[in-house]
């Protein structure tokens, strides 16, 4: 019921197109779901965020799309470039007041030059 | 303005061993929560500390454990290591009881041989 399940485990993509991660999550008390960012040898860092009342959010090429019904969210990077290759995690916040993160277990995106 | 800065960068360690990590939350932040990536992972919550009590814990054993100082810089302490203890140490800071400004440090590297 804590986990957050994330595909595909690895993505190539060519410059310019789309790359879609996908997560799905058992636990409809999940109350706010980041996406991050992490390049090797480096932490993570928040990409974009969406709360279960939202259905999508876009902040320049990156895009969440939430389906509450069927409990899952995805990432779309739109115009997908070289320097976006890095593995990339969905997570989600148990509403314990103390926001700890379950995070999926990646997926690492290589876009081709 | 400086981000959350882990130290030391690198550590390697022998089974049986105890190791402390050290944690400096970004300017401002007054929580900080510490996160355990093995290698392919995602990370994995081990515990928060807020106003120098842990708030809540992950599944980890009692051989982890942390500090908070008044300065709301964190430790976290690991002993009798295990092998399987060898992974990336993540330390967020955050303001309080918020998602706002959820940062993530760069991470301790612990090899455990």
């Known amino acids: 019921q804590q986990q957050v399940k994330q595909s595909p485990q690895s993505l190539i993509v060519q410059k310019g197109g789309i790359s879609i991660i996908n997560c799905a999550y058992e636990?409809?008390?999940?109350?706010?779901f980041p996406w991050y960012q992490q390049f090797p040898g480096k932490g993570p860092a928040l990409l974009i965020a969406?709360?279960?009342?939202?259905s999508e959010k876009k902040e320049g090429r990156f895009t969440i799309s939430f389906n509450k019904s069927a409990k899952q969210f995805s990432l779309h990077i739109m115009d997908s470039q070289p320097g976006d290759s890095a593995t990339y995690f969905c997570?989600?916040?148990?509403?314990?007041?103390?926001?700890?993160?379950?995070f999926g277990t990646g997926t690492r995106l290589k876009v081709l030059a | 303005d400086a981000g959350v800065t882990q130290s030391p960068t690198h550590l390697i360690k022998t089974r049986g061993q105890q190791v402390t990590l050290r944690c400096s939350p970004k300017?401002?932040?007054?929580?900080v929560s510490w996160y355990q990536q093995a290698l392919g992972q995602g990370p994995q919550f081990i515990f928060q500390?807020?106003?120098?009590?842990?708030?809540q814990r992950g599944n980890f054993p009692d051989r982890f454990s942390g500090h908070q100082f008044p300065n709301y810089s964190s430790e976290l302490n690991v002993n009798a290591l295990l092998l399987g203890d060898s992974a990336l140490y993540l330390c967020?800071?955050?303001?309080?009881?918020?998602?706002?400004?959820?940062?993530f440090g760069s991470g301790t590297r612990l090899t455990v041989v």
């Open positions: 967020a800071s955050s303001f309080g009881s918020t998602h706002y400004g959820y940062t």
């Open positions: 636990n409809t008390a999940f109350d706010y």
């Open positions: 969406i709360r279960p009342d939202v």
């Open positions: 997570a989600a916040s148990v509403p314990s007041g103390t926001y700890k993160y379950i």
């Open positions: 300017s401002g932040h007054d929580t």
């Open positions: 500390y807020y106003e120098e009590e842990e708030r």
